[in-house]
């Protein structure tokens, strides 16, 4: 059984058209919706509440969080910005990351309906639960936006673990791009140990100076703890998979988490507009599989998923559809893959995986 956790005032977040992430364009006759919009949710929560996984999912309602939630992770004063831009009327605080007018109630309900899953979890009611809430969350850093990005949700939810009394909390990240705002919360410490798989994309702008390669480990107390697995472009799912084996899984064995949280992205498909990453379904069953398994083995199967990417309006909700089978240990395959084309290279990919052995074999001797 898993848990879901969803609050339709999410939707209301207009993050308006234009080319793609970008401004309008007057050489387009036809403008697009902004990636991160609320169609890509709504069919995600189509497909849960319609696949061949519906009589394994309870649904609850979500809420908003309040300011000294949001505090945990941000900065005061960055929170407070965030609200005064919204009722000034919205706009781009990146080139890519927009707010609009109405922007400020459903990210505190995206918050908050993740906060809600991880007190479930923590209260024993759920073992694991799973927030659907955009837009996401990983690129928020403590007082920058970034990347669609506005409050750190698998921050909030580690933290909420480690304010109830949890001594250890790990983050295991596969959305497609680097969980740079989950890393900045956490890289001078070591009682939440952050992991993130990404296609290597290095920095972009002022926002987003991380890098995601291997030699981020953390710093001080922390050192050690951030583990980046930047995998080579086209990467597929045998790569995804070693990468949990060769390094995610003995890491996580030696750290013992309390609570795992699974920053649960699709845009690593092989469909996606902003991902190169060629993962399928099947791979996606797996990783869920192994991150479910992870958690069985090591915290009493504790594990909060929370949505980050994923922009392929069909292939990402088949792919969650995937990813939540394989949390459930479903032995075939409950829906098919009606897509995916892509052959495997186990061979793609796979320096990300032998330059994050080398960073941590000081630290976990892998
Ligand atoms: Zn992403």
Not at 5 to 25: I, K, Y
Not at 75 to 104: F, H, I, K, N, Q
Not at 227 to 250: H, I, K, S, W
Not at 262 to 281: H, I, K
Request: include cysteine.
């Amino acid at each position: 059984m898993i848990d879901v956790f969803w609050d339709e005032r999410v939707l209301a977040h207009d993050t308006g058209s234009g080319a793609f992430e970008t401004a309008p364009s007057e050489l387009l006759a036809v403008q697009e919706l902004h990636p991160e919009n609320a169609e890509r949710v709504r069919n995600m929560r189509s497909v849960l509440a319609r696949g061949p996984i519906a009589p394994h999912l309870r649904w609850h309602a979500g809420r908003a969080a309040d300011v000294a939630e949001l505090e945990t992770v941000h900065d005061p004063a960055y929170v407070a910005s965030v609200r005064e831009l919204c009722e000034a009327g919205g706009g781009r605080v990146t080139a890519t990351t927009v707010l609009g007018p109405g922007s400020w109630e459903p990210l505190t309900v995206a918050a908050g309906t993740c906060l809600a899953a991880a007190d479930a979890v923590l209260d024993g009611e759920a073992r694991v639960a799973y927030a659907l809430v955009r837009p996401p969350g990983h690129h928020a850093q403590p007082a920058q936006a970034d990347g669609y990005c506005f409050f750190s949700h698998a921050a909030l939810v580690a933290e909420r673990a480690r304010g109830r009394g949890l001594a250890r909390v790990a983050v295991v990240d596969w959305d497609v791009h680097h969980g740079n705002g989950t890393q900045e919360c956490f890289y001078d410490r070591a009682d939440v140990l952050t992991v993130s798989l990404h296609m290597r994309h290095g920095p972009w702008g002022t926002s987003h100076p991380q890098t995601g390669e291997a030699d981020e480990i953390g710093r001080g107390a922390g050192e050690g703890y951030n583990v980046n697995l930047a995998l080579g472009v086209g990467a597929g799912d045998r790569t995804y998979l070693d990468a949990l084996a060769e390094v995610v899984l003995p890491i996580l064995r030696r750290f013992r988490p309390e609570l795992i949280v699974g920053a649960c992205g699709q845009d690593a498909s092989c469909f996606d507009p902003n991902g190169r990453q060629n993962v399928t379904m099947a791979g996606f069953r797996r990783l869920g599989a192994t991150l479910g398994a992870a958690a069985s083995e090591l915290c009493g199967g504790r594990l909060v998923l929370v949505q980050e990417g994923g922009y392929a309006r069909t292939y990402a909700a088949y792919c969650l559809h995937a990813t939540l089978e394989g949390v459930l240990e479903l032995t075939e395959p409950a829906l098919p893959d009606p897509l995916a084309y892509v052959p495997d290279d186990p061979s793609r990919g796979r320096e990300g995986i032998v330059a994050a052995r080398a960073a941590l074999f000081p630290f976990w001797k892998l």
